[in-house]
Nanobody
């Protein structure tokens, strides 16, 4: 079982950048596809981005494509989310998640097996 801990959130202004990190421990990081999700107040948790276990394939939500980049460093057991050109509507708690299913990049929350505790990102206008 893998444990996930997110970091890097904070309060920024519109147009700024942030990089989130997700440190994995207690399992074999390369055994998982990884994803980022976010949840704004009063809304459902939504898919942001996913990356396969090798780091060779990625998928993005339409709302972040071209602004956000997901990456992983398997040697450091760490997942990243580089967020550029942030908008107020990006304000949410961001969660990283691990998926044991390696043959497809899942976008559904229920397909992920392990979750971090989340990190708050607030973008002011």
């Amino acid at each position: 079982q893998v444990q996930l801990v997110e970091s890097g959130g904070g309060l920024v202004q519109a147009g700024d950048s942030l990089r989130l990190s997700c440190a994995a421990s207690g399992g074999t990081f390369m055994s998982y596809n990884m994803g980022w999700f976010r949840q704004a107040p009063g809304k459902e948790r939504e898919f942001v981005a996913a990356i396969d276990w090798r780091g060779g394939s990625t998928s993005y939500a339409d709302s972040v494509r071209g602004r956000f980049t997901i990456a992983r460093d398997n040697a450091k057991n760490t997942l990243y989310l580089q967020m550029n050109s942030l908008k107020p509507e990006d304000t949410a708690v961001y969660y990283c998640a691990a998926d044991r299913s390696l043959w497809v990049l899942n976008k559904k929350r229920d397909e992920y097996d392990y979750w971090g505790q989340g990190t708050q990102v607030t973008v002011s206008s």
